[in-house]
């Protein structure tokens, strides 16, 4: 039977439309990133302690051994120490010139404290008065941090305190403040507070790298609550980064959590690093420059610049990141001390940085004269060899080293031959005479199989 003529031009029609359509693609599908990934690989970044302390500089009353805590370890009342609210105007403060120092010395993000354990904020926030706004300053301390790090293309990260010495809701009170009641406290009521402030924080800076807690050891705090309080942040932000220190389960200065289920994304060794590897653990050891986190004008115990270096080194060495602290003065630049050791290991990381960035643990114990990383090259692997301690007769020897070595040479720009013999996987390296760096020569091997 023949088709109507109509049916054959509906067809014709419905043919050449359909053709005309564009093909849908196949949608590709990409597995979700890491959000640790990117922390693993920069290994070294900046602390800043700063506040209301910075202006009393560590002295009370003819005492000098104070910082950060000034207000408990002087027992300062707290309608003293509110007071130093008509006094921070840090107006030598450029926030560019910050995130360069940090920039220029290798480093590859900022944690500053959005509030500290006194409970004042370096930011503009509607749940407090207890802020930089209520200063003469009355500039967002972090909102400009936040301009210059986008601006540099380092990762903006926040240290807040649990523990609040200020808010009338925070529970215990210091235990010498015999006059301040806590008629009409309620625990829960701040924990509101904190969430709110953290609101802020998550919403009206960007991308966050680490939210870095402290404070969490006081019996107010719950393990149920950590757990409550990380997964709030997370909702805010999904890919942000939290420290163990939201949760209970941290061993003291060590800074690991205890076996059990508790929440954090990485362990917060406190001015130590681990004696050995931790495989299969992110941590990050925090470290001051001198002794004390908060600006102490009387605190001459500087760190060397070899030490920093050496320490960067030896944390990259065991898998861990590097949280280096500066604690700036009440006028909003760095301590001349600071500035000098930045560009010290700024001028190091210039030429040697290939071997902390991306690396990885050891794959054999410490070395005597100094230690080992790696990364994952499309041969095989490379292995540094940060020499401390240069041999007097120009010998190395490693021992455990698996692969057969396919190329050597010095990461700085050096055409010295190095003499390698290798007997399975032990290696001896004859090295020239050279004018080897003061803090730490690196030379590299790369293995295959």
């Known amino acids: 039977m023949k088709k109507p003529a109509y049916l054959l031009l509906y067809l014709l029609l419905f043919t050449v439309l359909f053709s005309c359509q564009p093909k849908q693609q196949a949608q590709e599908i990409t597995e979700p990133t890491d959000p640790m990934e990117w922390w693993r690989d920069a290994r070294f970044g900046m602390f800043i302690h700063w506040g209301l302390y910075a202006i009393p500089a560590g002295e009370w009353k003819g005492t000098t051994n104070h910082a950060e805590w000034i207000r408990t370890t002087a027992q300062i009342p707290l309608e003293e120490y509110d007071q130093f609210l008509d006094e921070f105007n840090p107006v030598q403060f450029d926030a560019e010139a910050w995130v360069k120092m940090a920039k220029q010395a290798g480093m590859k993000y900022i944690v500053i404290t959005s509030k500290h354990h006194d409970g004042f904020g370096l930011f503009d926030s509607e749940t407090s008065d207890f802020d930089v706004m209520s200063t003469p300053f009355k500039r967002d301390i972090l909102k400009e941090l936040a301009e210059a790090c986008q601006k540099e293309g380092i990762k903006l990260c926040f240290y807040h305190s649990i523990m609040d010495w200020h808010h009338p809701d925070y529970l215990p009170r210091r235990g010498w403040e015999k006059d301040r009641t806590t008629e009409g406290a309620e625990f829960p009521r701040y924990i509101d507070y904190m969430k709110s402030q953290l609101k802020e924080l998550l919403t009206n800076y960007g991308e966050i790298g680490v939210l870095w807690f402290d404070g969490e050891w006081e019996d107010t705090w719950t393990h149920e609550e950590g757990v409550e309080l990380y997964n709030y942040v997370r909702s805010l932000q999904p890919n942000i980064i939290i420290n163990n220190r939201v949760d209970k389960g941290r061993q003291g200065m060590a800074g690991l959590t205890a076996e059990g289920d508790y929440v954090g994304d990485f362990g917060t060794p406190e001015q ?171 030379i590299w091997l790369d293995l295959k199989d």
Request: charged letters at 25%; one cysteine or more; aromatic letters at 10%.
């Open 272 to 442: 130590e690093i681990p004696a050995t590897g931790l495989p299969g653990v992110d941590w990050e050891s925090c470290m001051t420059m001198n002794d004390h986190w908060g600006y102490n004008q009387h605190d001459d115990h500087w760190k060397s610049s070899e030490t920093l270096i050496q320490n960067l080194v030896d944390i990259a060495s065991k898998g861990g990141n590097f949280l280096l602290n500066i604690g700036p003065k009440a006028d909003g630049t760095f301590p001349q001390e600071s500035i000098e050791r930045l560009a010290t290991i700024g001028h190091w990381m210039d030429t040697y940085s290939e071997s902390i960035y991306e690396t990885e643990a050891s794959p054999i114990s410490e070395v005597a004269w100094g230690r080992l990383t790696q990364k994952k090259t499309e041969a095989g692997t490379r292995i540094y060899l940060h020499v401390f301690n240069w041999p007097e007769d120009g010998r190395i020897e490693l021992n455990g080293l698996k692969g057969k070595l396919s190329g050597s040479g010095w990461v700085a720009e050096k055409s010295e031959p190095i003499a390698i013999e290798q007997e399975g996987e032990n290696f001896i390296l004859t090295l020239p005479e050279i004018e080897a760096n003061a803090y730490n020569e690196v």
